[in-house]
């Protein structure tokens, strides 16, 4: 079963604490990863995607397909990070589907 | 560039009630989805679009939702009769014509909370 796994429903850290937030997946083939993003009142938007090796806002994600996962990391966070999170997978071809998993809300205080 | 644009942005009904959503996606953009997102749960695909046809509505409930794409630009999404569980985000997306190998951006409009009462 193709499937996106978020275990935590909320992340709550101090600013320039280290963060991680935790996806697994499953899925038959070869997905393409991503971590969408909505902050307070906007809209849900892309923030990086696996093949892209990117750090955006300073998060970087690396695909382990040994242990199934893509977990996003951030080493110190920053109040403007707090947002919901989703990761995401599909097939690896253009034009399919996004599986979302169920997010995670990050908390950033000061 | 101007985003995907959706309307209404709420809407409230009593259950068995019909309801129309309308989505206009980025200019150019061949791909279309609609997207169900329910409270504490990630978006789940209802239907895909390239261009006017349809590529993937495994997970619509047809006996209650369509939603059509007319001249490949704007879609409509209907549900008729409503029922309690459909209160959810309906969330539109589109991303451009494929022109490589992997998955295009998908770039999202704000979505049309909905109310089954």
């Known amino acids: 079963a193709q499937r996106v796994t978020q275990p935590e429903k909320l992340l709550s850290v101090f600013k320039g604490a280290p963060v991680e937030l935790k996806c697994n997946y499953s899925y038959s083939g070869s997905p393409e990863l991503f971590w969408y993003v909505q902050y307070s009142r906007q809209r849900l938007q892309l923030l990086l995607r696996h093949i892209s090796r990117e750090s955006i806002k300073g998060f970087t994600a690396d695909l382990n397909k040994g242990e199934t996962s893509f977990h996003l990391k951030k080493p110190f966070a920053q109040e403007e990070d707090s947002a919901m999170y989703y990761c995401a997978l599909s097939g690896y071809q253009a034009g399919t589907a996004l599986i979302f998993g169920k997010g995670t809300t990050l908390s950033v205080s000061s | 560039e101007a985003g995907v644009a959706q309307s209404p942005r709420y809407k409230i009904i009593e259950k068995r009630q019909s309801v129309a959503f309308w989505c206009n996606p980025i200019?150019?953009?061949?791909?279309l989805y609609w997207y169900q997102q329910i409270l504490g749960q990630g978006p789940k695909l209802l239907i895909q679009f390239q261009n006017n046809g349809v590529v993937d509505d495994s997970q619509l409930p047809k006996d209650r939702f369509s939603a059509e794409r007319l001249k490949g630009v704007d879609s409509t999404l209907k549900i008729q009769p409503a029922k309690l569980e459909d209160s959810a985000v309906y969330l539109c997306?589109?991303?451009?014509?494929?022109?490589?190998?992997?998955?295009?951006?998908?770039?999202f409009g704000p979505g049309t909370r909905l109310l089954v009462l």
């Open positions: 200019s150019g953009h061949a791909t």
């Open positions: 997306a589109s991303s451009p014509e494929d022109r490589g190998a992997t998955q295009e951006t998908q770039y």
